[in-house]
C-alpha cells in the first residue's frame, strides 16, 4: 500500500491566516540573541502515539517511500503522512520556519539540511533526542556532530554527503603520471604535462562550484579548512582573517587569475561541472557523490565512461578537508504524538533501512560499516574512498544565524574571485559581517 503524501500548497489552506502572520518573522530566522544566551536543553518528553507528518523535500529514487510504506504495514495506528515540500532548499527552510513560528503541530519529523540543524535547535524548534536513542557508535563521527548542538544530540543521522575529487585516468596515464595529486601544486604540475597532449586540445585544468550562492560557501569553506584554516572556531567566533584563510581563498582566486579554471566555472553549480566533465571538457573535477552514475553511463551520454576515477581533494600539504553535506531527522516540539515520532526516527534511519535505501539510492549511509559492505562497494566502488572524505570532513559554520553566515561568505568570496576586492579587503570585510553577526 502506498503511503498517504500531501504536498505543502495543499496544507497551506488550514492554516493561511496564521502563515501569514509568521511570514514577517521569517526573514530574521527565529531569536537568535535569545537562543544564543539559552541554557543547555534539557530531556525532552517523549509522549503521544498516534498519526504523524513527516515532511520532506521530494526523493526521487522512491526510497524514503519505501521506507514509509514498511513503516505504515506495521503500525497501522501511527500512520506517517509524506508532507512533499519544494526542491529549493531555501523555500523548504522557510516553510519550516513559518511552521515553528506560529507553533503548529502540522509538521511532526523534520528533514534538515544539516547546516539548519544549530539554527533550529538554538530556536527550540526541534527537540534534544534521548542519550540512547539513536546508535551513534556505529555512525561515521562527522555526521554525529553535524547532528549535535551544545554537546547535545537534536537530530538522527539520515544520510551524509563529502566531497570527491574525479580526475581522468586515461590522460594521467598518457602524460606518465603515476597517481593522481594530492596537492594544489600536484594537481598544477599534472596539468601542465597532460593539457600539453594532443587528445586534450581545448581542455580546462579544474573546475569546482563558484557561483554565487551556498555551493560558493562550500567550495570556500573547503579550501581554507584544506589551508589549516577556518571559517569559525568551536565557539562560533569569526576566523577569516587568518594567513590560512587568506592562503586557502587565494587557491581559487589565483585559480581562475592563472588560467587553471575555466572562465565560465564562476557560474558553475554542481550540474554544469558534472556536465563539463562528462562532456570532456575537464581534467579534475570537485563534486559530490551522485555524479559516478551518470559519468558511468554506457548509452554514449558520457563521453568519460571508463576512463575516470575518483579521489580525495586535494589540500595544500597533503589531501584537502571536504565540507559535509547530508541530512538530519528532527521532531518538532509541537507535534501531539511524540513518542510514534521519535519511533519512527529511530526505525527510519536505523543500519537496517540505511541498507535497504542503497539498493535505490545512491545517498550515502551514516553508517561506517557499510562502506565496507562486498555488496555495497561491488555497486559503488567509490565508497571507500568516499568514507575517507567524511572521516575527514567538517560541517559548515554551526551558527544560529546561518542563512545571513553563508550570505556574507558568498559576497566576500565572490568579490575576490571575480576580482572586485583584493583578498585581504574581501576577508577582513567577511571577518566584520560574520563578528556582527556572531554578537547578535
Known sequence: MRQRRRTWPTLMATTASLTVAAVALTGCGGTATEAKSAPKAAAASFEGKGPINYVSNRDASGAANKSIEEWNAAHPEEKVTFIELPDSADQQRQQLIQNAQIKSDTFSVLNLDVVWTSEFAANKWILPLPQDAIPTDKMIPATVNAATYRDTLVGAP????????????????????????????????????????????????????????????????????????????????????????????????????????????????????RRAFQDGKLVFLRNWPFLHASLSATDGSSKVAGKFGITSIPGTDGPGVSTLGGRNLAVSPFTANKATALEFIKFFTSEEQAQKRLALSSRAPAYASLYADPAVVAKRPFFPTLLTSLNNAQPRPKVVQYGATTKAIQEEAYAAITGKKDTDTALNDMQAKLTELSAK
Open 158 to 273: 539520515y544520510y551524509t554527503d563529502g566531497a570527491l575529487f574525479y580526475f581522468r585516468s586515461d590522460l594521467l596515464k598518457a602524460a606518465g603520471i603515476a597517481a593522481p595529486p594530492k596537492t594544489w601544486d600536484e594537481m598544477k604540475t599534472a596539468c601542465k604535462a597532460i593539457l600539453a597532449l594532443p587528445e586534450a586540445a581545448g581542455m580546462s585544468c579544474y573546475a569546482g562550484q563558484f557561483d554565487k550562492n551556498e555551493a560558493l560557501t562550500v567550495n570556500f569553506s573547503e579550501a581554507v579548512a584544506s589551508a589549516g584554516g577556518t571559517v569559525v572556531d568551536a565557539d562560533g567566533k569569526p576566523t577569516v582573517n587568518t594567513p590560512e584563510a587568506k592562503k586557502g581563498l587565494n587557491l581559487l582566486v589565483d585559480g581562475f587569475k592563472d588560467g587553471l579554471f575555466p572562465s565560465d566555472a564562476i557560474t558553475y553549480l554542481e550540474e554544469q561541472g
